[in-house]
C-alpha cells in the first residue's frame, strides 16, 4: 500500500471520528461551535459527500477557511459559480450555495449563503 493510500485512509478514519463525536450528545453540542459538517454532490462524479470542516459565522453566512487546500479537492466542487451544499450544525441542516475563492496568497474560503 502506498504512502498517500495511508494517507487517505487516516484522514477518512480521522473524519469520521469527528462527525461521530460532533453527533454525541455533550460534546457535539461544544464542536458544534466550530464544525460543521459538509455535503454535497461532485460536480463530475454526480455522487454525494460529506465531510467535517471547521467554519466561522459572518452575519447570515459561513465561512470555510481550507487548510492546506493544496493537498484536498473538495472545494474545487464551488469554483466558479459555486454549486449547492448542507452544512450540518449541532443537528440541524442549513442549505445554502457555496462559492470558491483563493486570494492572491494561495488561502482558500469557501463561502457559503442560505439558500
Known amino acids: 500500500m502506498g504512502q498517500e493510500s495511508l494517507l487517505r485512509r487516516g484522514v477518512g478514519a480521522f473524519n469520521t471520528g469527528v462527525v461521530a463525536l460532533t453527533n454525541a450528545p455533550v460534546i457535539g453540542k461544544l464542536l458544534g461551535k466550530a464544525f460543521a459538517q459538509i455535503t454535497y454532490t461532485g460536480r463530475r462524479s454526480g455522487r454525494t459527500f460529506s465531510t467535517p470542516v471547521n467554519y466561522r459565522r459572518s452575519g447570515d453566512e459561513y465561512l470555510i477557511g481550507v487548510a492546506m487546500p493544496d493537498k484536498k479537492s473538495w472545494w474545487r466542487n464551488f ?37
Open 79 to 115: 469554483l466558479d459559480e459555486g454549486a449547492p451544499v448542507t452544512l450540518r450544525i449541532d443537528g440541524i441542516d442549513h442549505p445554502g450555495h457555496a462559492i470558491a475563492h483563493r486570494d492572491d496568497r494561495g488561502r482558500v474560503t469557501v463561502r457559503v449563503r442560505p439558500a
